[in-house]
């Protein structure tokens, strides 16, 4: 079993639509998460960061994750063409600097 | 804000070749770090580094090489390419410290292609 699972979509969603992005994981010693968005040949862009359960909001984004369940989702709300790119979720212990990926979901928003 | 450089964007080897891929940050972060990104695998932890002079193996190793002489630049050898090494290559870096633990910040990235 993977320590984190994402599904790789591809997911494609009408301009102004609510997407949501999601992770699993099976580590209960994850305290960090994170979610990246990678435009097409750069690197994985810092998106959201949080630390143990809850939610967190910036703009049109909010980040939420239940330890309870291992579960942690990304919501976009009013989706634009320029939200198209692939969503890393990312999570990490406390007492250690490695970070887990999982594989990634590739969004298309479409005008 | 330059953040995390990558040197050279594209390459091309011939197996059995080596090459050195440079990765340089001016954020004064203390941790360092080297990926690569297969199709559909996710980002693998090559090597990171703690510090000036502290490297440690992550989980992908073999086959490369690190050093980190200073802050700010943390190159990784390959020595005898091997097509298993065709990749994409990221290098990262972040701040750990007692009171706080900061996210990771990417570079744009390495494509090597292995022939």
């Known amino acids: 079993q993977k320590e984190v699972e994402q599904d790789p979509g591809p997911l494609s969603v009408p301009e102004g639509a609510i997407v949501s992005l999601n992770c699993t994981y099976s580590?209960?010693?994850?305290?960090?998460f994170m979610w990246y968005r990678q435009y097409s040949r750069k690197g994985p862009e810092l998106l959201m960061y949080?630390?143990?359960?809850g939610n967190k909001e910036d703009g049109r984004f909010t980040a939420q994750v239940d330890k309870s369940s291992k579960y942690i989702s990304l919501f976009i709300r009013d989706s634009q063409p320029s939200d198209s790119a692939t969503y890393l979720c990312?999570?990490?212990?406390?007492?250690?600097?490695?970070?887990?990926f999982g594989t990634g979901t590739r969004l298309t928003v479409i005008p | 804000n330059a953040g995390v450089t990558q040197t050279p964007k594209f390459r091309i080897l011939k197996i059995g070749q080596s090459m050195t891929l440079q990765c340089t940050q001016d954020?004064?972060?203390?941790?360092m770090y080297w990926y690569r990104q297969d199709p559909g695998m996710g980002l693998k932890l090559i090597y990171y580094?703690?510090?000036?002079?502290?490297?440690d193996k992550g989980e992908v190793p073999n086959g490369y090489n690190v050093s980190r002489s200073t802050t700010e630049d943390f190159p990784l050898r390959l020595e005898l390419a091997a097509p298993s090494q065709t990749s994409v290559y990221f290098c990262?870096?972040?701040?750990?410290?007692?009171?706080?633990?900061?996210?990771?910040?990417f570079g744009d990235g390495t494509r090597l292609s292995i022939l």
């Open positions: 990262a870096s972040s701040y750990e410290g007692q009171a706080a633990a900061w996210p990771q910040h």
């Open positions: 580590n209960s010693a994850f305290q960090y």
């Open positions: 949080t630390y143990s359960s």
């Open positions: 990312a999570m990490r212990p406390s007492l250690t600097n490695n970070l887990f």
């Open positions: 954020m004064n972060h203390n941790y």
């Open positions: 580094s703690v510090g000036a002079g502290i490297t």
